[in-house]
């Protein structure tokens, strides 16, 4: 089986996912700073997997780690090895740190989120409204980022004084050139903000998530301090990340297929088939990292050997053509089914994946109702990612907005 080598600087994201389905339903990958795992990269067997019992989050079955093989101050130690939460444990523990997240985060509970939400997209709309008119504009820093992290900042009763802090940290925990020697720091420095943002809660409660899980570990669910601010640091990175590149990816995919964003502006194309369809094609989460193998097993006619470390590629399976067809490579606002599993599958579906969708449902037909006239500002094989090999994420998406409205201001 030849190894895959992923590229650290995410400079053909499309074309490394079409490598690694064309190695079959299981593929040898090798991550940036030379760590060997294995890739599932077909939607059947990713499924499968999602669900196997023998495919487990204790890093401690990872034969390399059992070795002393991964070093700490590799760039992705965080991703591997992010401490205890629900993004680490399985069965009884999983449930229990899982179901605390998952009940305040149902879709009812999401949907009251709707007004403030709103409130926020508007506001974000006329500061960009009130922009020169004739300057391009990064779409992604002025709109698509302070909205997911405002929402998931008041979800959980994070400060917006912290959020600067906040960015320049998660910037160097996803990213694979963060230099190794200032990775224990890193470490070190998210898990201290997280820490007093949960001791402020402790001392002056709020109605917030964190201060929810704070309660529960007092009433007898038995959070450890550790739990608790790992499960916060999961929940802000997660709820913004993704959203963030969801917006993002979706007016890029509107923007060079101009026959359907027509189609969704005259509303022959709903918003709901635009999203989904987008999760699909252009996944915010390019690579999931990582599952251990507790034994052998079978992933169509290749083996996943016992002790091995496992990714899930979403970039590669979202464009399977034995579950989308002959068509899996081309975006199409109007396809149905559209069963994709772009936020996760089985007892590991992202909690969150109501909250994105709500926020995309709302943000994207409001920035096109404003700006219908929004083009992009340079061409878009000149869009760049950032080197992140989990996330899709790009550095930014210059747009020249046009007259708000599609009139003369």
């Not at 997209?121 to 500061?127: D, P």
């Amino acid at each position: 089986m030849t190894r895959i080598a992923l590229d650290p600087f995410v400079r053909d994201l499309d074309g490394e996912s079409a490598a690694l389905r064309a190695a079959g339903p299981l593929a040898e990958v090798e991550l940036p700073g030379g760590v060997h795992v294995y890739a599932v990269t077909r939607h059947a067997e990713a499924r499968a997997l999602l669900t196997d019992s023998r495919v487990v989050k204790d890093i401690n079955v990872w034969g390399a780690w059992q070795r002393g093989e991964i070093p700490m101050d590799w760039p992705l130690i965080g991703l591997a090895n992010p401490g205890r939460s629900m993004l680490t444990v399985d069965g009884a523990d999983h449930r229990r740190l899982r179901t605390l997240v998952a009940q305040a985060l149902t879709v009812r509970r999401v949907e009251r989120l709707r007004e403030g939400i709103e409130a926020l997209t508007n506001a974000s709309l006329e500061k960009l409204a009130a922009l020169p008119a004739d300057q391009p504009v990064d779409l992604k820093a002025e709109f698509a980022y302070p909205l997911p992290m405002n929402v998931i900042s008041e979800l959980m009763g994070v400060d917006a004084a912290d959020h600067p802090r906040l960015k320049e940290l998660f910037e160097k925990f996803f990213s694979t050139q963060t230099p190794p020697e200032e990775v224990p720091q890193m470490m070190a420095d998210l898990g201290a903000l997280f820490t007093k943002i949960v001791d402020d809660k402790r001392a002056n409660p709020g109605d917030d998530l964190t201060s929810a899980l704070i309660a529960a570990s007092e009433d007898g669910d038995h959070l450890t301090d550790e739990e608790i601010v790992n499960t916060l640091q999961l929940i802000i990175a997660a709820g913004h990340e993704t959203t963030i590149s969801l917006i993002v990816n979706v007016v890029e995919a509107l923007q060079t297929h101009p026959e359907q964003r027509k189609k969704v502006l005259d509303g022959e194309i709903g918003w709901d088939g635009v999203i989904e369809e987008t999760l699909r094609w252009n996944t915010p989460t390019s690579h999931v990292l990582i599952r251990f193998a507790t034994e052998d097993i079978e992933v169509g006619d290749k083996i996943l050997p016992k002790g091995e470390g496992l990714i899930i590629s979403f970039g590669a399976l979202g464009r399977d053509e034995e579950q989308y067809g002959p068509t899996a490579g081309e975006f199409d606002a109007t396809r149905t089914p559209n069963r994709h599993i772009a936020f996760g599958h089985g007892p590991h579906v992202c909690p969150g994946a109501a909250l994105s969708r709500l926020e995309a449902g709302i943000a994207l037909p409001a920035l096109y109702e404003r700006f219908p006239e929004l083009e992009l500002a340079v061409p878009a094989a000149e869009l760049r990612n950032k080197p992140i090999v989990t996330q899709n994420d790009l550095y930014e998406l210059p747009v020249e907005l046009g007259c708000p409205f599609g009139h003369d201001a």
